[in-house]
């Protein structure tokens, strides 16, 4: 997985810069979005991984699939990752491009997971606490996980902050 | 410590009582790979290089390379129960051991945790493992003697208070038997004593530990063991574990020895963890950073001065120095002092211990090679009375090897000749010593000068060692007075010469032995 995101790394940036530059992030994020759901099916991944499919019918197959779905710029990259024998790469991709795009607009994804569903009015409480701690525009995605008992586990990249009841009595657990 | 049921319960609540809840903040990664030890981690973009990273199930392992996408972590101890997928969290601290005075006596093994089965250990003070030596102006010069206990060392090569003396042999020479009549030695002289075991049988350092304890040496020693059953990481760990358990009586204005039995082990462990990860292999295979490794290490143990033992302690120790003598151990394959880890330790030391297998298998015991053994530091820190004698068995050693392959013409040799060779074998004779039985200094005293002022040239030399014995048996029941004046004050002034001469006059004259 790692080594697969250093791979990765290159075509991101270039993709990222191009997008920079053409004021186009959000439809390339489309773009490599789509790719990279593509790209995660199994079927595909067998196919690519086949050494009897030639280059140009992978070519054929993929703008077949994305058909309108990629612009030119996507087919020329898509088309890229074929002849390198990097299309395996899409998802990491996508995944670099969304980091930098919302460092460079300057959010953070924070997944929040929760014991029971959040209000409207604790979502919001939230996105201004962690607007302040974090120092960036936040994006919150909820999930519920029951397993919490109670309290939120709030992630943003590496960074977690666990105030549930589960992380307590673990920590308590520990103590003793 | 016996608790019955309703005690426990009472600490129980009490410790959740004190527990106070806070909201965790922490970096997480997953693992991607388990592999021999080593664990691949994505994530965890804020580690910091030698930072301990939490496991599942209460197991740790520690950050060693920190690349762009991922971090290679080795796990110290247990990693079958790790799969791929695993959070792992950080816990923004560098690995820290217990030190205090509780240590001493106990056995631990290479993170500090007991293992002699005498229950926890009793100190709440801890230190990291990896620190920086002390700085120049912190620092003493060594003037202060370390005495091992043996002839030929105390004699030959002094270690001072502070220094660094290599202890290099191939296997089987005797190079631990040093170490452990060293710690014997130190027994009512202050010194603390730290022994770590690295990748050693499990067998031998119980042996150690009897030997130990049946000298009544185990009180002022304390034994860390990182035994060859132990993950690589650990064994890597051990040396810097047993430093940090040293530096504490340094300081604060004490003495201490440790010893390091052997760093080839560490090298290897290292060199294990660093193929692993996937570090350049270099001369060997040891990776590029195998020199700094020991020299880091090595250069903790040092003399430091007073003011910095006031700083340290806050100003509780005043006018007091510190030291950390250090003897590092290290095997070689074959007599082979040029191979890497050799050279490398050698040349980072302050003077090396060489023993030899051809002279242990002749007898001569410890093996000590008097012609290749060198202290840089320790001559100034020798006692007087060993300092003066030291200097004429050292140059009787000296002439008598480059005369010894003359030997077998005795009768065709010149008068002065053939009187240096007899005073040579009679000399190394003298150097003999038996396992256990380190001596004093004024016993010391005794048979040096005895063989300088050639009360031993009469001597059959198979009868050289019975007459030291019998010497020592009367000198101690009869001239105990001079000897504990020469203990004390450590002079070989005109009186005390006089009072030896005498003595041994008298002792020729009425005894047999």
Known sequence: ?176 | MQLNPSEISDLIKKKIENFDVNVEAHTEGTVVSVTDGIVRVHGLSEAMQGEMLEFPENTYGMALNLERDSVGVVMLGAYQHITEGDTVKCTGKILEVPVGEALLGRVVDGLGNPIDGKGAIDTTETSPVEKIAPGVIARQSVDQPVQLGLKSIDSMIPVGRGQRELIIGDRQTGKTAIAIDAIINQKGTGVKCIYVAIGQKRSSIANVVRKLEEHDALAHTTIVVASASEAAAIQFIAPYTGCSMGEYFRDKGEDALIIYDDLTKQAWAYRQMSLLLRRPPGREAYPGDVFYIHSRLLERASRINAEEVEKLTGGKVKGKTGSLTALPIIETQGGDVSAFVPTNVISITDGQIFLESDLFNSGIRPAVNAGLSVSRVGGAAQTKIIKKLGGGIRLDLAQYRELAAFAQFASDLDESTRKQIERGQRVTELMKQDQYSPMSVAEMGVSLHAANEGFLDDLDVAKVRDFEAALQSYMKSEQADLMKQINDTGDYSAEIKKGIQSAIETFIKTSSW
């Open chain 1, 1 to 176: 997985m790692s080594e697969l995101s250093t791979l990765a790394r290159p075509y991101a940036e270039a993709v990222f810069k191009i997008a920079v530059e053409s004021k186009s992030t959000s439809e390339w994020s489309e773009m490599l979005g789509f790719l990279s759901v593509v790209m995660q099916d199994q079927e595909m991944v067998a196919i690519v991984a086949n050494p009897k499919v030639s280059q140009e019918q992978l070519t054929g197959l993929v703008l077949d699939i994305c058909q309108d779905q990629l612009k030119e710029q996507g087919v020329n990259l898509a088309k890229l990752l074929v002849e390198n024998e990097r299309l395996i790469l899409a998802p990491q991709i996508s995944e670099l491009f969304e980091a930098y795009k919302a460092e460079h607009e300057g959010y953070v994804d924070v997944e929040i997971t929760s014991a029971y569903a959040l209000t409207k009015e604790e979502q919001k409480s939230f996105s201004t606490t962690l607007k302040k701690q974090l120092g960036k525009d936040v994006q919150i995605t909820t999930s519920i996980d029951k397993s919490l008992i109670g309290g939120y586990l709030a992630k943003a990249g590496d960074k977690v902050i666990d105030g549930s009841v589960k992380g307590q009595l673990q920590q308590l657990a520990k103590k003793l």
